[in-house]
Nanobody, 120 residues
Framework: QVQLVESGGGLVQAGGSLRLSCAAS????????MGWYRQAPGKQRELVAA???????NYADSVKGRFTISRDNAKNTVYLQMNSLKPEDTAVYCC??????????????WGQGTQVTVSS
């Protein structure tokens, strides 16, 4: 199995910055893609940003130019640098990893989430 542990959420004023981290551990052979999703109250979960093992990235239109996703493959860790935060960015942010285990089973794994609250 794979465990994902997120950190870095919190309360910040509009215009501020936060950096989220997500470390994967377990019987990992490789991690193909890692990403961040968010879910605000009353809304569906949405993809915020994703990154492949080769470094290709994908962003939601609403965060382009403000958020940057990166990863450290050696540490199985993904980061989300969030700048120019807006109240509408308020949500629970969850880390996701598509990982191949030592058994060569590929699965889709999720962290428990970290709250990001942006005050106006």
């Amino acid at each position: 199995q794979v465990q994902l542990v997120e950190s870095g959420g919190g309360l910040v004023q509009a215009g501020g910055s936060l950096r989220l981290s997500c470390a994967a551990s377990g019987s990992i052979f490789s991690i193909n893609a890692m990403g961040w999703y968010r879910q605000a109250p009353g809304k569906q979960r949405e993809l915020v940003a994703a990154i492949t093992s080769g470094g290709s990235t994908n962003y939601a239109d609403s965060v382009k130019g403000r958020f940057t996703i990166s990863r450290d493959n050696a540490k199985n860790t993904v980061y989300l640098q969030m700048n120019s935060l807006k109240p509408e960015d308020t949500a629970v942010y969850c880390c996701n990893a598509i990982a191949v285990l030592d058994s060569l089973f590929q699965g889709d794994y999720w962290g428990q989430g970290t709250q990001v609250t942006v005050s106006s």
